[in-house]
């Protein structure tokens, strides 16, 4: 048997600081994203999880330091068909603007609705079985603004999975779902990276969840606190990123959930 060759980098932030103005929102932050990795960026909020994801996709420029996708620069990277991006759900973003389902999907753009853009044709082999992939075939004629947050957040996911892109990356999924709809969302991902091998990239707060459902843990408050397999986190480095002791923590994620 020959040794397999480690998988190949998909995300590289390289010594990466990015401010907005005077205020520094990433500081020196240099971690590795490999493929085949179901990945979670952890940390509380304005910890500068979602700042250093819009450094991925190349929405923002690094102030210092680097950022490749795919083993480009992501300033240069031109080929998104490769990537799925599902922005954070803020509910009532669709009240006023009559979408689709469908169209959403066929739509397929990674860098969030556009209202003026010319939609794909939304009755395409691919766009339904991205549909039927979320469970959400049903609701192809039905507005967006329609749904519920988590059927929104399903057909965003489906949009991310059109394209059949090698990485997603999904920016806090589980706001404003509830548990069942939460734990569905969680078995597609998984579902996703062990059976169609797709790189995963999760954005959370959620210590428990992300605990659970992710391979490997990056722990950010603005520079990053660890980094490593999921299971060998420790109490001491969750309360070193929260500032509060754990079985608060605890307490409050049950709390939230139930
Ligand atoms: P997180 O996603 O972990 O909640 P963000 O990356 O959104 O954190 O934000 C990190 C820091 O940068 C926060 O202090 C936030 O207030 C600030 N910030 C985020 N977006 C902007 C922006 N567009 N302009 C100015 N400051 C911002
Ligand atoms: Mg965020």
């Known amino acids: 048997m020959t040794s397999a060759l480690p998988p190949p980098p998909v995300i590289e932030w390289d010594h990466v600081t990015f401010a907005y103005g005077e205020a520094v929102a990433v500081e020196d932050v240099s971690l590795t994203i490999h493929a085949g990795e179901l990945a979670a960026i952890l940390g509380p909020n304005g910890s500068g999880k979602s700042t250093l994801i819009r450094l991925a996709l190349g929405l923002l420029r690094p102030s210092a330091g680097a950022v490749r996708l795919f083993g480009r620069d992501s300033a240069d990277f031109a080929d998104w068909d490769r990537v799925g991006y599902m922005p954070q759900v803020v509910a009532g973003t669709w009240r006023d603007f009559p ?29 339904v079985e991205a549909l039927e992939a979320v469970g959400m075939v049903r609701y192809m004629g039905r507005l967006l603004s329609e749904l519920s947050v988590g059927q929104q957040q399903r057909v965003l996911l489906a949009r991310a999975l059109v394209r059949q892109p090698e990485l997603i990356v999904l920016d806090e999924p589980a706001a404003g779902i509830d548990v069942s709809g939460e734990e ?10 062990r059976e169609r091998n797709i790189t995963i990239v999760l954005v959370s707060h959620d210590i428990g969840a992300m605990m659970r459902e992710a391979s490997t843990l990056a722990c950010l408050n603005r520079t990053l606190v ?7 986190l420790t109490s001491a480095e969750i309360a070193m990123l929260y500032g509060v002791p754990v079985d608060v923590l605890i307490h409050d994620a049950l709390h939230e959930h139930r």
């Open 226 to 232: 660890r980094h490593g397999p999921s299971h060998e």
């Open 184 to 193: 569905q969302l969680y078995a597609l991902l998984r579902d996703f990276n």
């Open 99 to 127: 979408i689709t389902v469908a169209e959403t999907v066929a739509h397929g753009a990674y860098r969030g609705i556009a209202p003026l853009a010319i939609f794909g044709r939304s009755d395409r082999p691919e766009v």
